[in-house]
């Protein structure tokens, strides 16, 4: 569903013809504005909105004749990085009360979007909009010049005020702004008010819609052979357990394992801090030497283990070189390459013949 990332009211000092501005703020790129304006004379409307270089799209404005106040609805999507802007919508041309919220949304605008048809009545104000998908959001300004007193005001489909100006005293009209962030499924929805009745009205409303491929709430599922929890489409975000490279363990995203886990690599079976390093020792066979390893393809530690059909000790299992014997030996005698460890054993038997 979309949300209201935040508003911005703002109301004429009185009845005068000053611009309306915001006060600044920093949207992202994709955001919806929505500027919604108000004032009490249908034949004496605003001007042009304007701010940090968009463009600004007209999609409903009320009736412009009659005793009836004056509403319109202007959207733009940021686009361009505008950093720090302020919206601007220039006053009216002869002295009126007039108002204006600025909304920023997540979320979409279809290429015409959703607005009500009726824009004016008495009574409690009710004007129906129509959504075109699921879980959008509607929003919607109207004006009293019956003035009647808002104290009691509440807004259909529970919506969330964002504007009032109130002149009931005095007959100076009474401006209101509200919003839904989800009315549910495509369909039909009253906007407007409840109360206060006896109201002579002009309402107009829009729709927002979910922006494409959102996903609103955490999601379990399966992504790249690891299951466990997601919080968007492409990003696993919490931790999960699974296999990845034929290392189980715990893994932190759907490319990269950053605990420890336990598998095999490189014929190497022990601890595995990733896909491709064996980082702690562990035991295991290399070259014919079994022994202790801290990496698939190196023996640093001492191993015990078979050289040339010699057994014995070897700092290094490759310095490892057997001696050359005489039939008549009962016992080898080595002779270590260097940087090797010497080994020596006890014979009985004949007499030795060195090589």
Do not use: C
């Not at 935040?6 to 009185?14: E, F, N, R």
């Not at 009216?92 to 009360?97: E, F, I, L, Q, Y």
């Not at 409690?124 to 104290?151: E, F, G, R, Y």
């Not at 950053?258 to 598998?263: F, I, R």
């Amino acid at each position: 569903m979309p949300t209201l990332i935040a508003s911005y009211a703002v109301y004429s000092a009185s009845t005068d013809t000053t611009d309306l501005v915001t006060a600044s703020f920093t949207p992202s790129n994709g955001e919806v504005l929505v500027v919604k304006l108000a004032t009490w004379d249908a034949s004496n409307g605003m001007g042009a909105v304007s701010g940090g270089g968009q463009t600004y799209t007209t999609r409903i404005t009320g009736p412009t004749a009659g005793f009836n106040g004056w509403v319109r609805i202007v959207t733009a999507v940021v686009s361009g990085s505008p950093g720090s802007m302020t919206v601007t919508a220039a006053g009216t041309a002869g002295n009126s009360r007039h108002s204006m919220v600025v909304e920023r949304w997540t979320g979409t605008l279809a290429g015409t979007p959703a607005v009500n048809s009726t824009t004016s009545g008495s009574g409690a104000p009710s004007a129906n909009i129509t959504t075109a998908a699921a879980n959008s959001a509607v929003s919607w300004v109207s004006v009293d010049v019956a003035s009647q007193d808002p104290t009691t005001r509440a807004y259909r489909l529970s919506g969330v005020e964002d504007l009032l100006f109130d002149g009931h005293v005095g007959a100076n009209s009474v401006h209101y702004g509200a919003s839904v962030a989800d009315v549910g499924a495509a369909g039909t929805y009253a906007m407007g008010m409840t109360a206060p009745g006896s109201q002579t009205w002009v309402l107009a409303g829009i729709e927002i819609q979910a922006g494409a491929g959102s996903v609103s709430g955490t999601a379990t599922g399966t992504v790249g052979g690891l299951i466990g929890t997601a919080t968007g489409i492409r990003e696993v975000a919490a931790t999960t357990t699974g296999a990845v490279g034929g290392v189980s363990g715990t893994a932190n995203g759907v490319r990269q394992v950053t605990a420890v886990a336990s598998g095999t690599a490189g014929g190497l079976t022990g601890t595995v801090t990733g896909l491709r390093t064996v980082a702690g020792a562990t035991t295991a066979t290399v070259g014919g030497l079994t022994g202790l390893a801290t990496a698939a393809r190196t023996t640093f530690g001492t191993a015990a283990g078979t050289a040339g059909g010699i057994t014995g000790t070897a700092s290094v299992a490759a310095l490892v070189e057997p001696g050359r014997l005489t039939p008549s030996l009962s016992g080898p005698r080595l002779r270590p390459s260097t940087g090797g460890t010497r080994l020596t054993a006890t014979i009985s038997g004949p007499t030795l013949t060195p090589s």
